[in-house]
């Protein structure tokens, strides 16, 4: 019997998963996903341009070893890749890729030169005497990769930014696009990229501007006579940053001369960084020319950051400020504000300068006391829903599988403990929460509390699950 696509994937998978981090194998195994199998030939489908070049970059010998261990020596792979996820047939645009074997030599394949080229010829896109002008970047040198904390809400972005930091212009994701909600880092990444250009290559032309200041210049330009230099200057450029290109909006004029000066840049191999508060399908009042040009390169967005991120962002911050806060503390903080890192920072200064001012040692009595005006909800009753949510998110399980009658031994200990804990933080009667998790009686309940209380007698590891758990609902 012949075996599926799937099934040969799923096999290279689990060799895979035993030769690279567990991390890694998240990013960038899980997203594909096996197409067909014609003879020796497996495709699979890759969600970008940017996972087939880090895929053949960074795990081609191990791709290759494991589809011959599946196929045979004359076994080859090829990519399926997603090129536009817009489509309005509902049906992502894509094109396919073989795989070289040999890592990034495909990238930088020379093309003849079908004319002899005089050398005295003048290139006239050279402006004499603008590559020895020292261009102030603009950028903020506190924005660097180093003090970027990577999660999985961000290590797409972050990662891509990373390679184009590495080669500005010279990777497919270009543009780059950057987007995500309010105080999720984009100008820190964004920042953070045109800081490592210029370190490793000083001189490269940075030149980081906001959307609202490049429509003010252009602005300016137009009054004064002098918009050839505005758009000298700008195609000069070997990277361009462009924060909230969301705000070109209705701005016609503004789009045209930027559409222009996109074009140069790119067919030049100049690399250009953009970042916007919704994904380029979505931006409205944008021609759709320029939009399709936002396209061209890799979009990644950022997320809301999860918990341990958050903490970790907040552990950096106070590393990096000289200041030591109790574990507490910062879990407390971490916590309760889950919108954007903005506001999880500013909660933090906050509660330092109140600290200073008061003379007050921080504790988390002081903290939930002090960041009112920043969390929602402090005395919020906890729920069985709640409690549920939050044994199920600890344990990795699915929510309905607690209610189900399945006697796993993972569903059954999330689900006494669940009960245990609503028993012990609500005020529902017995018959109440068994009839909650999936129709129970009230003698199902008193056991699993029973039950919970002997382990956590008996079994360290167990008890340290339910004070972790019972620790992050005092947290709410």
């Known amino acids: 019997m012949e075996k599926t696509c799937t099934e040969v994937w799923n096999n290279c998978l689990q060799i895979i998963k035993d ?24 495709t699979i489908q890759v969600p970008s341009l940017f996972f087939y070049e880090w895929l053949e970059e960074h795990y081609v010998g191990l791709l290759r070893k494991t589809v011959k261990k599946q196929l045979g020596e004359e076994g080859r792979l090829e990519y399926n890749i997603v090129v536009d996820n817009s489509s309005s047939t509902g049906s992502p645009y894509t094109t396919n890729m073989p795989s070289n074997g040999n890592g990034a030599e495909a990238k930088n394949q020379s093309m003849p030169i079908p004319v002899a080229i005089n050398k005295d010829i003048k290139n006239p896109f050279i402006i004499p005497g603008l590559k020895k002008l ?76 906001s959307c609202e200041k490049f429509c003010q210049q252009f602005v300016d330009s137009l009054k004064n006579n002098t918009i050839n230099d505005f758009v000298n200057f700008y195609q000069a450029m070997d990277v361009i940053i462009m924060d909230d290109v969301h705000n070109f909006a209705g701005k016609e004029k503004t789009q045209d001369i930027f559409f222009h000066i996109f074009n140069h840049l790119h067919q030049s191999g100049k690399q250009i960084i953009l970042t916007s508060d919704k994904a380029p399908r979505d931006l409205a009042g944008l021609e759709e020319r320029l939009l399709s040009r936002f396209k061209w390169g890799l979009s990644a967005d950022l997320q809301v950051p999860d918990l341990e991120t958050r903490v970790a962002i907040l552990k950096k911050k106070m590393y990096a400020d000289g200041i030591e806060l109790p574990g507490e503390v910062i879990e407390y ?32 009595a002081l903290a939930k006391q002090m960041l009112k005006n920043f969390i929602k909800n402090t005395s919020k009753e906890i729920s069985m829903e709640y409690i549920q949510k939050l044994v199920c998110e600890y344990f990795e399980v699915p929510v309905e599988m607690v209610k189900s009658q399945t006697r796993k031994r993972e569903i059954v200990q999330a689900r006494q403990i669940s009960m245990y804990l609503s028993k012990s933080h609500t005020k529902s009667s017995l018959k109440t929460i068994g009839a909650f998790f999936g129709g129970r009686d009230h003698s199902t309940v008193i056991y699993a509390c029973q039950t919970v209380e002997d382990l956590i007698e008996t079994d360290k590891k167990f008890k340290a699950y339910v004070n972790d758990i019972q620790k992050k609902l005092k947290m709410s």
Not at 19 to 42: C, D, H, M, R, Y
Not at 173 to 183: A, E, K, Q, S, T
């Open 19 to 42: 030769n690279i981090p567990n991390q890694s194998f998240k990013t960038w195994f899980e997203p594909i996903s096996a197409l067909k199998l014609e003879g020796k030939v497996l």
């Open 134 to 209: 020292n261009v102030d970047p603009q950028l903020n040198p506190n924005y660097t990769f180093d003090n970027y904390i990577e999660g999985d809400c961000n290590r797409l972005a972050r990662s891509a930014g990373y390679a184009v930091a590495a080669k500005p212009g010279g990777t497919s994701f270009n543009p780059l696009m950057i987007y995500g909600g309010v105080g999720l880092g984009k100008t820190h990444l964004a920042q953070a990229i045109g800081n490592e250009i210029k370190r490793n290559l000083p001189d490269k032309l940075v030149i980081y501007v």
């Open 333 to 364: 903080v971490a916590h309760n504000i889950d919108n954007n890192v903005r506001e999880l920072e500013g909660a933090m200064v906050s509660l330092l300068a109140q600290s200073t001012l008061n003379k007050k040692d921080i504790d988390l």
